[in-house]
Nanobody, 123 residues
Framework: QVQLVESGGGLVQAGGSLRLSCAASGRAIRTYVMGWFRQAPGKEREFVAAISRGGSGSYYAYSVKGRFTIARDNAKNTVYLQMESLKPEDTAVYYC????????????????WGQGTQVTVSS
C-alpha cells in the first residue's frame, strides 16, 4: 500500500501562486497514475488533475486548465501541483491519491489519501 502526505498549502491572495507536494512511501509511485483532488467546505471531493505513470500525459478539470500544472518525479517518489492565478473558488483542502488503473477522475478509484493540505485564497 502506498501512503501519501500532502504539503505546501497556505493562505494566498487572489492572483497568487502555490506549489503543492505529495510525498509517497510504502511503494514506488511509478506504478500508479497519480491524481490531485480538492474538497471545499460543504462540497464533495472533486477531481483537479491527474498524471500518467511516466509523466507524459496529464489531465485537468476544466476549472483549473491553463492555471494548474501537475508534475511528478518518480525518482523522488513525489508528485507536485503548481497553481497559478489562484481564485477564491480554489479554496479547499487538497489531496493526492494513487490509482492502479489507466486513468480516472473518480475519487473512489484512488487510494493512499493523506490528511490533505489547506489552500485558502483571499479576494
Amino acid at each position: 500500500q502506498v501512503q501519501l502526505v500532502e504539503s505546501g498549502g497556505g493562505l494566498v491572495q487572489a492572483g497568487g501562486s502555490l506549489r503543492l507536494s505529495c510525498a509517497a512511501s510504502g511503494r514506488a509511485i511509478r506504478t500508479y497514475v497519480m491524481g490531485w483532488f480538492r474538497q471545499a467546505p460543504g462540497k464533495e471531493r472533486e477531481f483537479v488533475a491527474a498524471i500518467s505513470r511516466g509523466g507524459s500525459g496529464s489531465y485537468y478539470a476544466y476549472s483549473v486548465k491553463g492555471r494548474f500544472t501537475i508534475a511528478r518525479d518518480n525518482a523522488k517518489n513525489t508528485v507536485y501541483l503548481q497553481m497559478e492565478s489562484l481564485k477564491p473558488e480554489d479554496t479547499a483542502v487538497y489531496y493526492c491519491g494513487a490509482y492502479s488503473g489507466s486513468y480516472s477522475e473518480r475519487q473512489e478509484e484512488y487510494s493512499g489519501w493523506g490528511q490533505g493540505t489547506q489552500v485558502t485564497v483571499s479576494s
